[in-house]
């Protein structure tokens, strides 16, 4: 399996250079690797602030002595819920092609543990990197071949292991849950060729196919509850599309970080 930058092969027209792709574009992996850590402290420090304001213990009830349940009080028992939001990600490990994702998700959860993700919609927003660009015209390359990604749905079976607590600064208690996620879906992506015709010239762009390909999917994510209606969500997705390079279909892995909010219908009220 090739990884997030897909299979990348570099063509010079008088001799292959020796490492092209072997350089690590460290300002731009850097940056994309600093926007998911950022996705991540953002995630912990709204989780205190709502937990604090929205959340209070509630009497032990019927349904916990039934199941003898281990953790008491819960709150959030998500079966017969309907569950939609909002995310917004980054392919923080691909360095030929700039990867941005806003979209939205609906699930089922027809059971506490289990769900049908009904729907995973992405609009994909692509841009040249800077070091595919510096590595063309400082290397002369004449072909260099990736996949452009435009937008991906996916449909997943989600399994919700584990279900905490956290009581942070004194009283205040934070509710969360683990998730895990893998399904199929598509990906509508284009084959493009980027090249220059003499060592230091212009990168150019070709457009080599445009289509829709096939896709599996898996990933794991937290969840935190914010009142009786919110949560906030924090993921990793592995979008791994049968994509089409150098003449060639091959698995292609995009990974990716999400951060989102989402409903809950009815509420937990």
Wanted: one cysteine or more; hydrophobic letters at 45%.
């Amino acid at each position: 399996m090739n990884n997030s930058a897909g299979r990348v092969e570099i063509v010079k027209e008088s001799k292959a250079p020796d490492r092209a792709c072997s350089e690590l574009p460290n300002q731009e992996i850097t940056v994309k690797k600093y926007t998911a850590l950022s996705l991540l402290f953002v995630t912990l420090l709204s989780s205190g602030a709502f937990a604090a304001a929205s959340i209070s213990d509630k009497p032990e009830n019927v349904y916990e002595r039934s199941i003898e349940a281990v953790v008491r009080h819960k709150e959030f028992y998500k079966a017969g819920k309907i569950e939609t939001g909002f995310v917004a990600g980054v392919m923080p490990y691909d360095s030929v092609i700039n990867h941005y994702m806003l979209g939205g998700r609906l699930a089922w959860h027809f059971a506490d543990h289990y769900a049908w993700e009904i729907a995973d919609v992405q609009l994909v927003f692509p841009s040249v990197s800077s070091f595919t660009n510096d590595l063309i015209t400082s290397k002369g390359i004449s072909n260099l071949q990736t996949n452009k990604l435009h937008f991906l749905v996916a449909t997943n079976f989600m399994l919700s292991p584990l279900y905490g607590k956290v009581r942070i600064w004194g009283a205040n208690v934070i509710h969360f849950d683990t998730y895990i996620v893998a399904g199929l879906g598509f990906a509508k992506d284009d084959t493009a060729r980027y090249g220059t015709n003499a060592m230091g010239g212009a990168p150019q762009e070709i457009i080599l196919r445009s289509g829709i390909d096939p896709m599996f999917d898996f990933g794991l994510g937290f969840k935190l509850f914010l009142n009786d209606a919110m949560a906030l969500n924090l993921d990793i997705r592995d979008y791994v599309l049968f994509a089409q390079t150098y003449n060639q279909t091959q698995l292609k892995s995009n990974f990716s970080v999400y951060l989102g909010i989402s409903f809950f219908i009815p509420t937990f009220g």
